[in-house]
Nanobody
Framework: QVQLVESGGGLVQAGGSLRLSCAAS????????MGWFRQAPGKEREFVAA????????YYADSVKGRFTISRDNAKNTVYLYMNSLKPEDTAVYYC????????????WGQGTQVTVSS
C-alpha cells in the first residue's frame, strides 16, 4: 500500500556530511510516523530517527543525537535525514520506514541505501 524509495547514500570521509531522502508513494494517507533505521554487517538493525507526520515531533537514538537531523516535506511525501560529523561507526545500510497511526509497528520499508564513512 505504501512504497518507499531511499536515495543519497555514498562514500564520505569521517567528519563529512550526507543527506538521505525517502520518497513515499501509494496509499500514504494515514501515515503517522516516518523513521530511519540502519544495519551494519553482523549487527542488529537499530533505530536512528523518526518524525511525526502530524506535528513534526522528532525522536533520535542517543548515538546520533546532535549530529543527525530528520525533517519532512509533506507536499512531496518525502523525509530527509541530514547526517553531519559522520563517524566510521555510522557505516551501514540505511532504511526508511512508515508506520500507520493504527499500528504499533513500522509495516512499510524501503530497499535501503549504503552509507560508508572512511577514516
Amino acid at each position: 500500500q505504501v512504497q518507499l524509495v531511499e536515495s543519497g547514500g555514498g562514500l564520505v570521509q569521517a567528519g563529512g556530511s550526507l543527506r538521505l531522502s525517502c520518497a513515499a508513494s501509494g496509499r500514504t494517507f494515514g501515515t503517522a510516523f516516518m523513521g530511519w533505521f540502519r544495519q551494519a554487517p553482523g549487527k542488529e538493525r537499530e533505530f536512528v530517527a523518526a518524525i511525526s507526520w502530524i506535528d513534526s515531533s522528532t525522536y533520535y537514538a542517543d548515538s546520533v543525537k546532535g549530529r543527525f537531523t530528520i525533517s519532512r516535506d509533506n507536499a512531496k511525501n518525502t523525509v530527509y535525514l541530514y547526517m553531519n560529523s559522520l563517524k566510521p561507526e555510522d557505516t551501514a545500510v540505511y532504511y526508511c520506514a512508515a508506520r500507520r497511526g493504527s499500528s504499533t509497528e513500522y509495516a512499510y520499508w524501503g530497499q535501503g541505501t549504503q552509507v560508508t564513512v572512511s577514516s
